[in-house]
């Protein structure tokens, strides 16, 4: 079965500072993997995703992610977080499989808090 | 372009009684999604459509119904609310099922 876990509930980091959050997965095939932000009171929105080709995928607001395979890991990255990076972010793969994209399956979440 | 609209924006309901959520999205988009967000679960699926006049069950459908008459619109129906249906409901659409475009959300709380 397709699953994600996001091992950390919260992440604390001060401005300025490099900011990861972390994501492993467990899937059928090849995977896609998806990162989402969602801000105070407003829908989810889409970061970036992974489907094939370089482990460093870049994504919007200046957010990173590294897929390694050894690891089933696809952990969010950010050189420099901003205060206005404070959101809850999630992790998800297609819930049917690589080739079956018209679901997904979301982790729990992981709220990140970047202090001034 | 609005995106993905969601009517209402908050609701409260007494244990038994009935109300619909309405999705509305305007970039003529095939799949539809209905989610459920409570706090440590994540998000999970209840409903889904794949194009017009099409709906399919995702992880928690029980309690819940849906429709989509109209490629636009995707409804959502609770027959009999329960305290356990208290949540915050986003909608969702998408292109090809992959990236996904979400609403502001509704928050329903059953008394």
């Known amino acids: 079965a397709q699953s994600v876990a996001q091992p950390e509930d919260q992440v604390n980091v001060a401005e300025g500072n490099p900011l990861t959050v972390k994501c492993t997965y467990s899937?059928?095939?090849?995977?896609?993997l998806f990162w989402y932000v969602q801000y105070p009171n407003r829908g989810l929105q889409f970061l970036l995703k992974?489907?094939?080709?370089?482990?460093l995928v870049k994504g919007s607001y200046g957010f990173e992610a590294e897929f390694n395979k050894s690891q089933t890991s696809f952990h969010l990255k950010k050189p420099s977080a901003l205060v206005s990076d404070s959101a809850l972010y999630f992790c998800a793969v297609p819930l049917g499989g690589t080739y079956n994209t018209d679901k997904l399956i979301f982790g729990t979440g992981t709220r990140l808090q970047v202090f001034p | 372009n609005a995106g993905v609209t969601q009517t209402p924006k908050f609701r409260v309901l007494k244990t038994g009684q009935s109300m619909t959520l309405l999705c509305a999205q305007d970039m003529n988009h095939e799949y539809m999604y209905w989610y459920r967000q409570d706090p440590g679960m994540g998000l999970r699926l209840i409903h889904y459509?794949?194009?017009?006049?099409?709906?399919a069950k995702g992880e928690v459908p029980d309690g819940y119904n849906v429709s989509r008459l109209k490629k636009q619109n995707f409804l959502l129906g609770l027959e009999s609310a329960a305290p356990s249906q208290t949540s915050v409901y986003f909608c969702?659409?998408?292109?090809?099922?992959?990236?996904?475009?979400f609403g502001p959300g509704t928050r329903l709380l059953v008394l």
């Open positions: 459509s794949v194009g017009e006049g099409t709906t």
């Open positions: 899937v059928s095939g090849n995977p896609y």
């Open positions: 969702a659409s998408s292109y090809s099922g992959e990236t996904q475009y």
């Open positions: 992974y489907i094939t080709g370089d482990n």
